[in-house]
């Protein structure tokens, strides 16, 4: 593992989070001059949980990337999707007329009786994803995530609950000039909370041709306030961004901090930094923020993104030593069948800058969730970006995407 660094030379010279914070609240005093502030309600709150906690399953690459400026689109864990009921404790006095005995709050924790298995499984979470572009790349990743409760004292209560998370799957990622990689990977995620503390962290292996890559992840999120959460990341393992890298055997830690405010109840920011260490000696520095504006079934938003390298590379990874995305985008999210199908559609467009040269920048996505039960979600969503993320500079640029996601509860 390589050694933490001390901050790279493009991050004394030119810290994105100050622009960042900046930028962000620039535009959110624009948007807050329109409406005024109300009580965060239990909605946005789960809303700033799905961005701000990822998991494994969620987030098979190291890289945050360019051309995925909307953290909803990312896959959410099962946890977040589908609420996961409480186990009954194993006695309790009968309610009294008129109470509510349904709540979790009104629930006693006690430890678990006997008869309780230990760990109950809580549900499984299949992830497809398939990534190319018009340089000939094409990344298939298919995982599967297995989630266990531990029931284990105070974990009987849902909000307590600490969970196992098993992963594994088959990834072949191609490449003109290389041969077809294939990947395994084999993970196992802990998750428990501690206080208002969430803490996610996990190990595993990575198994590709002719090579074994370990990893190791840890996340942190505490809500300094209602609405306002900080988090802070670190990961270490393989750089699979193509099957170049993999080749390579590049790995890569990277480490950051994050926020998500809901600033009211329709607008929010989220931002977030991410410093890197790679195992060829280079560095990099990578920031993101976005402001969103609700509007009903409607909303805006400003995405700007950064990303330097201290050197270039030609061990096939991008590695602009100067990078800057801007986009605006406008998004429609409402149901088109009522409790059952529900889709999202946004477009942006904008500029970016990949070492002085400046050119157009652009997308559309949409993502589409069916709910067959109140057991089963489904989802399908598609993207496109000419973001350059893996193309010579002067070259035009065009990525896509295909993911879906399957989520059963138990």
Known sequence: ?????????????????????????VFAHFLLKTTGSSATTASEIERSDKISLASRSSSPQLIAGADNFNPDLKLSPLREQIPIPSLPPPTQSAPSPGANSGSVEDIGVKPAPVGVPFVVLEGLQPNIRNDWNNSGQVNRTIESTAIFRLNNGDSLRDSKAERLLFTTGYNTYEQPGTNTVTNIPIGVDWETKIDSLKVHSGVGVDISSGSTTPNFNLKVDYPLTTGLTVSADLQQGAYKFNAK?????????????SIFWQIDKDTSLFSSLKLGNYSDNNQETQSFSRIERKFGEFSIAGNLFTWNYQNSTDKGYFAPPDFLVYTGEFAWEGSVIRD???????????GQNVNATSSDAGGYQTKCTAKLSPNFEADLGYSFSNVKTNVPINSNANSQSVIGQIRVKF
């Open 1 to 25: 593992m390589q050694k933490m660094m001390n901050f790279p030379t493009v991050f004394r010279q030119y810290l994105p989070w100050q622009q960042i914070l900046i930028t962000g609240s």
């Open 340 to 350: 059952v199908l529900n889709c999202r559609i946004s477009a942006s467009v904008g």
């Open 245 to 257: 890298t993999i080749e390579n055997k590049i790995s890569a830690l990277r480490y950051g901090p």
